[in-house]
Nanobody, 126 residues
Framework: QVNLVESGGGSVQAGGSLRLSCAAPGKEYSNYCMGWFRQTPGKEREGVASISTSGHTTAYSDSVEGRFTISQDDGKNTLWLQMDNLQPEDTAVYYC???????????????????WGHGTQVTVSS
């Protein structure tokens, strides 16, 4: 059973930073990759960032490129999303996701992921 648990959400002012964490499955599970998604009421879940199994390749949506950084520890126990220069449009529930097995090197498509966390709220005020 794979459980993903996000933490680190909260409220910040525009221009501020937050770092989200996700307790990940760890190296005992092989060939899986992970990503971060976000969703606001009435909208589809949006892929924000993705990282390959090795951690050497990352991908970002255009809306966060240059502001957000996805990373994972060597043991693959923790996935992070460093969010800098946050803007009100970044307000959303953020989800950690894992793909078992890894279907693509990286993916920002929700259909490519098999496991999801429960989400953590990020609110950015102007």
């Amino acid at each position: 059973q794979v459980n993903l648990v996000e933490s680190g959400g909260g409220s910040v002012q525009a221009g501020g930073s937050l770092r989200l964490s996700c307790a990940a499955p760890g190296k005992e599970y092989s060939n899986y990759c992970m990503g971060w998604f976000r969703q606001t009421p009435g909208k589809e879940r949006e892929g924000v960032a993705s990282i390959s199994t090795s951690g050497h390749t990352t991908a970002y949506s255009d809306s966060v490129e240059g502001r957000f950084t996805i990373s994972q520890d060597d043991g693959k126990n923790t996935l992070w999303l460093q969010m800098d220069n946050l803007q009100p449009e970044d307000t959303a529930v953020y989800y950690c996701a894992a793909s078992f097995p890894c279907r693509r090197l990286t993916s920002l498509q929700s259909r490519d992921y098999t496991h999801w966390g429960h989400g953590t709220q990020v609110t950015v005020s102007s």
